[in-house]
């Protein structure tokens, strides 16, 4: 789904099993007992995994995280290719999932269909006279599939968390980000990329001799857009982005869009209030909007439409897309079998039907109620630490103790499941045309909440996510079913190894709303103040430091003339401080849950050091340097060895639990820093 998200939650993983047998607690073959853990844990205790598991062509990057993924992806699957085989009642559920996924899977009407699903809105942008008619077609766009030059939505106002407000936001880069056109080093990609919207364009039926110049338009465009557009780093100042404006000084403000056509065409209803999320860029867009030629704007609107389409078209164009969003960007190989990308479609687009249908077939119960006590227990043991903190003051932990007491915890799935009654599939219209309209429901859904209270009971994540997110808005934490299985939770494996795993996901996922972004948020989901200044100031000393670190880290030498690449500690703070967080709160409940000093070791291996080794295979991967590059320039995770060295490299019970007490591993005690 298309989807705009403002304010994202944040997860313990960026984007992607019935337990049929017993799954060992620490499977001794993830290891490397030829590497020593005072030099490298990381390769101490995952490189038996990555030696196992050579990355697959058809992955960027393979980790242990993904392998769970794709086992799940296997129970999907069996759930849809049963409704495949069943004759479901017209409007049911099981006709959706099952008629959109035969849609996906019938690569000969792909084939024979070509262009044509995409024609009727191609023509109607390629016929665009004038910036009236140029405003309509973005409002409509903006309604289904695309969200070329801003995008517009609905989600809780950041400082009045019970009601939604309308928000606007940069938007509309064909590869994602600024850098991609601003940067000398990626000059290669602009060219391949260029390449890229020559063959879409060729396939859409443009002429042959306008390719070269519609190419051209789009990266005109593109580049301008990308001028003033937020980095990533500049995107994760929640505060900058609050930017309330009334509606008349809005439409005053961005005078480039005829307002009025603009609402009717994607459904915007009446409000009077809106939230301008990057207020520089949206003056950029405007700037576009008003000077640039005619042409460049239709091309630059047919290929932000094209780009939505192609993975959903004939072959011809999939493989296009995949070329290069796939093998440029982040240097796989090959793309992923038919049937997974067919069945992502009604996974994502009807995900509480399926969710529903998964939580009957694969969760466990008693699952929730485990769950349920170790989420209680790192709630406690992160209220321990709060009360420790040297360098907060009485007042402001009195807060913390309060936002740490008012957590709402989401566990499994959803005590009510979403509507899809209204949303049509129809298997005598094309796949696209299908997609389109789910779009259009999802859209219409998101700005049918404007002027409303927010449903605070609301998912924000399918119980058949492999993953785990903080929302500050509502001061929730949430688990999906999905993520309660092995390696993350065991129900036949020790406490040290689940309070290693799930234990360190849930200490993760408490420390967000603690964290750089997470700590600007009061109790109720309010961007409200609550520090006092010298706390905040204290805050602020220790996490430069774990900026510095992961800053120091390099992530790809230097070659073929480019300097080496570094981590960005600023960009993946949040996600540092709750990695960090989340270890040193998940080891205080397990030595609250048991004496570790009675328990004896296990395959060899304390408690304490069984604990260590589970959090490592969490972040067992191995991946493309093309994909390294990627993600350090936008992901807000850090890369998975970081997760563990980096990280790890701060905490003293980490040493003791391995007698480390020198090599590179060990950082002296004065340049190290904890956090929470
Ligand atoms: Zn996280």
Redesign the pocket.
Known sequence: MKKILLFAT????ASCQNQPARVPAIDLTNLDPTAAPEVDFYQYATGGWQEKNPLKPEFSRYGSFDMLRENNEIRINELFSEMLDSKAAKGSVEQKIADLYRLGLDSTRLNAEGAAPIRPALDEIFAIADRRGLTEVIGKLHGSVANPFFGVGVQSDLMNSDMNALYISQSGLGMGTRDYYLDEENAAIREAYKEYLKKVFRLSGVAEEELAEAAEGVMRVETELARSQWSNVALRNVAARYNPMSREEFEKTYDAVDWATYYKAMGVGDFDRIIVATPSAVAGANEVLKNAPMADLRYYLASQYINSAASFLSDDFHDASFDFFGKTMTGTPEPRARWKRAMSVPNGTLSEAVGEIYVARYFPESDKERMTQLVRNLQTALGEHIDALEWMSDETKARAREKLAAFTVKIGYPDTWKDYSSLDIDPEKSYWENIVNANIWYTAENLGKLGKPVDKDEWHMSPQTVNA??NPTTNEICFPAAILQPPFYNSTADDAVNYGAIGVVIG??MT?GFDDQGRQFDKNGNMNNWWTEADSEAFKLKTDVLVKQFDAVEVLPARDGQPALHADGRLSL??NI??QGGLRVAYTALHNAIDTEAVAPIDGFTPDQRFYLAYATLWAQSIRDEEIARLTKND??SLGVNRVNITLRNLQSFYDAFGITEGPMFLPAEERVVVW
């Open positions: 944040v997860a313990i993983m997110y903080y993760h996922e967000h949040g996600e709750a990695d807000v995770h």
